[in-house]
């Protein structure tokens, strides 16, 4: 199966999302037929912006990812999906790395943190710690961000060039016997 068969069978279908509540403020843009073609174009500028998005630390990732793929005209559920990179279970341990990175990068020594469920203990130690943090989630999205808009080129590209291979032969072989 191709990448863009495995795309297609599991994207979500374009009505559910252009009703979701928070997405209907997008309206007629929303109708664009770029947001919705599954391309090697389309499909790289959703990772781009879905990975970006996915290190954002605020609570609406899944609008800014919209309003993104929106802006670049890249498939717009897949960019929406991979926001969830960054979703309950994993969101401590990947803000907490980059938190770290941002420390490294800027040569801060890094503070012992206790991972508290309590808001007020969490809005202290974010205080503390917000120039590293946002500084690790920006070169961790903006990296992400790279590797998957290129990472998906490159990635498309051979598939494509398998397939081509994979007719060569074919004809090769139908042509012998």
């Known amino acids: 199966m191709n990448p863009k068969e495995l795309i297609a069978r599991y994207m979500p279908d374009a009505d559910k999302i252009r009703e979701h509540k928070h997405l209907k403020l997008f309206g007629p843009r929303l109708m664009d037929s770029a947001l919705w073609h599954l391309n090697r174009h389309s499909v790289a500028k959703a990772f781009m912006v879905g990975l970006l998005c996915a290190f954002i630390p605020v609570p609406f990732q899944m609008v800014l990812a919209a309003a993104g793929a929106i802006v670049v005209r890249g498939n717009l559920p897949i960019s929406v999906a991979l926001v969830w990179l960054t979703n309950p279970l ?35 130690q974010l205080a503390m710690i917000w120039e590293p943090f946002i500084l690790g989630c920006a070169i961790m999205g903006i990296s992400a961000a790279f590797v998957g808009y290129f990472g998906i080129h490159v990635m498309w590209r051979l598939m494509v060039t398998l397939r081509w291979k994979n007719r060569g032969r074919a004809g090769e072989n139908n042509g012998t016997e």
């Not at 770290?100 to 007020?120: P, T």
């Open 90 to 124: 994993t969101m401590p341990p990947i803000f907490y790395m980059c938190y770290k990175l941002g420390a490294w990068v800027s040569g801060l020594e890094s503070r012992e943190l206790s991972f508290d469920l309590d808001v007020d203990a969490l809005t202290a």
